[in-house]
């Protein structure tokens, strides 16, 4: 079949890496694409919420299988869109309509749904301008630290939490008068800081049906020992030590099934992935957030650990017989450490040339920021450059094959942290 991925980062490398494995696959078409997608299918130079265009390119190269990789155009409807063509309806496609998306495109949505289902979440309360003094009350008198969210998506920077009352009220003002985020925080949620450790756990869905894919745990912060400023995520290490079977059983029956559930009994057909952010309190898992689609740089660590046909499971997912899927995780383990433009996430340059990819051979590098120049050569493109994955017996191994392979790899100002999955090899010992 022929098959397209929309997106440009690690996340659609890691997807066409994988797709490009299956014998399903007779030709892959991804949009629009990076250096790295470029060695594995077609890259097609379409915007992923241009969906006239995404449409007439389907049609035209009689795509069977479209894998929506980036959130924005699940929330903007691109399921409701093909599903309303009647030359589209037919072709399967992974990811949820525009009113499963809000799960992500709308905290207070997601929050509520929660609430709705009884799925354990923090304690949280809306506010938007015309309750601002309410909401001035409630930020005074809440127990610190405190988590403020913009209820929109705000490119992975709305979510601040507040160690002060005096901090959270400037905070909320800033996002509700000042629309520090735009739109996207326009309705604040306020939510209490939950404390533990933070791990995501990936469900595929055909809305009846799922599977439980590896979890993961990621790196948010730029700074050695997590400080720093906040970023799409600097690294993954899959699996989760302290996710065992145990805790996994109570994610399976206090999170998954209510959530899967619950969207059945709204009405939400919901075929695609589920990520969901948990944190562990005590041997307890609460939900911290809702994604609707895979996560950057987890899904590097994740898809390497499948050892399934992913076409299977992806046909299976958006035709409804994913039940009928065999499903297979290797019991190695998988690191992702992220490569980045110097300056990131804050401002960083362009255009540098990259060296040494070719020299990589115990790694995986997965292209995310990056190009070709006039002269053929692999230049940065972005903020998150690169994502080296590793994989092993162990996490240590794991993490020492994607270490190596990044001591071949440079470019002017390029920067990694060096203590991805230490925390979890002290657990470990």
Same mark, same amino acid.
């Given at each position: 079949?022929?098959?397209?991925?929309?997106?440009?980062?690690?996340?659609?490398?890691?997807?066409?890496?994988?797709?490009?494995?299956?014998?399903?696959?007779?030709?892959?078409?991804?949009?629009?694409?990076?250096?790295?997608?470029?060695?594995?299918?077609?890259?097609?130079?379409?915007?992923?919420?241009?969906?006239?265009?995404?449409?007439?390119?389907?049609?035209?190269?009689?795509?069977?299988?479209?894998?929506?990789?980036?959130?924005?155009?699940?929330?903007?409807?691109?399921?409701?869109?093909?599903?309303?063509?009647?030359?589209?309806?037919?072709?399967?496609?992974?990811?949820?309509?525009?009113?499963?998306?809000?799960?992500?495109?709308?905290?207070?949505?997601?929050?509520?749904?929660?609430?709705?289902?009884?799925?354990?979440?923090?304690?949280?309360?809306?506010?938007?301008?015309?309750?601002?003094?309410?909401?001035?009350?409630?930020?005074?008198?809440? /127990?610190?630290?405190?988590? =403020? &969210?913009?209820? +929109?998506?705000?490119?992975?920077?709305?979510?601040? @939490?507040?160690?002060? !009352?005096?901090?959270?009220?400037?905070?909320?003002?800033?996002?509700?008068?000042?629309?520090?985020?735009?739109?996207?925080?326009?309705?604040?949620?306020?939510?209490?800081?939950?404390?533990?450790?933070?791990?995501?756990?990936?469900?595929?869905?055909?809305?009846?049906?799922?599977?439980?894919?590896?979890?993961?745990?990621?790196?948010?912060?730029?700074?050695?020992?997590?400080?720093?400023?906040?970023?799409?995520?600097?690294?993954?290490?899959?699996?989760?030590?302290?996710?065992?079977?145990?805790?996994?059983?109570?994610?399976?029956?206090?999170?998954?099934? /209510?959530?899967?559930?619950? =969207? &059945?009994?709204? +009405?939400?057909?919901?075929?695609?992935?589920?990520? @969901?952010?948990?944190? !562990?309190?005590?041997?307890?898992?609460?939900?911290?957030?809702?994604?609707?689609?895979?996560?950057?740089?987890?899904?590097?660590?994740?898809?390497?650990?499948?050892?399934?046909?992913?076409?299977?499971?992806?046909?299976?997912?958006?035709?409804?017989?994913?039940?009928?899927?065999?499903?297979?995780?290797?019991?190695?383990?998988?690191?992702?450490?992220?490569?980045?433009?110097?300056?990131?996430?804050?401002?960083?340059?362009?255009?540098?040339?990259?060296?040494?990819?070719?020299?990589?051979?115990?790694?995986?590098?997965?292209?995310?920021?990056?190009?070709?120049?006039?002269?053929?050569?692999?230049?940065?493109? +972005?903020?998150?450059?690169?994502?080296?994955?590793?994989?092993?017996?162990?996490?240590?191994?794991?993490?020492?094959?994607?270490?190596?392979?990044?001591?071949?790899?440079?470019?002017?100002?390029?920067?990694?942290?060096?203590?991805?999955?230490?925390?979890?090899?002290?657990?470990?010992?």
């Amino acid at each position: 079949m022929n098959i397209l991925v929309l997106g440009s980062g690690g996340r659609e490398h890691a997807f066409a890496w994988k797709i490009s494995q299956s014998p399903r696959c007779n030709k892959l078409y991804i949009a629009p694409g990076n250096a790295g997608t470029a060695q594995l299918g077609e890259n097609v130079n379409i915007k992923v919420t241009d969906f006239d265009t995404i449409g007439s390119f389907v049609k035209e190269n009689q795509v069977s299988l479209v894998v929506v990789g980036p959130e924005d155009p699940l929330v903007l409807g691109i399921r409701d869109y093909f599903e309303s063509d009647a030359s589209l309806k037919e072709v399967l496609l992974v990811g949820p309509n525009a009113k499963g998306a809000q799960l992500e495109g709308s905290k207070d949505f997601s929050k509520q749904f929660m609430h709705r289902h009884k799925i354990p979440t923090a304690r949280s309360k809306t506010f938007t301008i015309n309750s601002l003094e309410e909401g001035m009350n409630y930020v005074s008198s809440h /127990p610190t630290p405190i988590v =403020l &969210k913009a209820d +929109g998506l705000a490119a992975g920077k709305g979510v601040i @939490i507040s160690e002060t !009352n005096a901090h959270a009220r400037e905070t909320l003002k800033e996002m509700l008068v000042d629309a520090k985020f735009g739109e996207a925080s326009s309705r604040v949620v306020v939510e209490q800081f939950l404390s533990g450790i933070e791990l995501s756990v990936f469900v595929l869905s055909d809305g009846t049906d799922y599977k439980i894919l590896p979890s993961a745990k990621d790196y948010k912060r730029i700074g050695e020992k997590d400080t720093g400023l906040n970023t799409g995520g600097m690294g993954s290490v899959s699996p989760v030590p302290f996710a065992d079977a145990a805790f996994l059983a109570k994610v399976e029956e206090r999170i998954i099934k /209510p959530s899967i559930n619950g =969207l &059945k009994s709204e +009405g939400i057909d919901y075929k695609g992935f589920l990520f @969901i952010g948990l944190m !562990n309190m005590g041997g307890d898992p609460y939900v911290i957030e809702y994604n609707v689609r895979m996560g950057d740089p987890e899904t590097q660590s994740v898809l390497s650990r499948i050892d399934s046909d992913l076409v299977e499971l992806l046909e299976g997912c958006g035709a409804g017989t994913l039940n009928t899927k065999n499903f297979e995780v290797s019991s190695k383990a998988a690191t992702t450490v992220v490569m980045v433009a110097g300056g990131y996430p804050g401002n960083y340059e362009k255009g540098k040339v990259i060296y040494g990819i070719e020299a990589v051979n115990e790694a995986i590098v997965f292209h995310a920021g990056t190009h070709h120049n006039e002269t053929g050569e692999v230049i940065t493109n +972005g903020g998150r450059v690169l994502a080296v994955t590793g994989m092993g017996e162990t996490v240590e191994k794991a993490l020492e094959n994607a270490y190596n392979g990044i001591e071949k790899i440079s470019w002017q100002d390029e920067y990694h942290r060096t203590d991805i999955g230490q925390d979890i090899l002290r657990l470990i010992k």
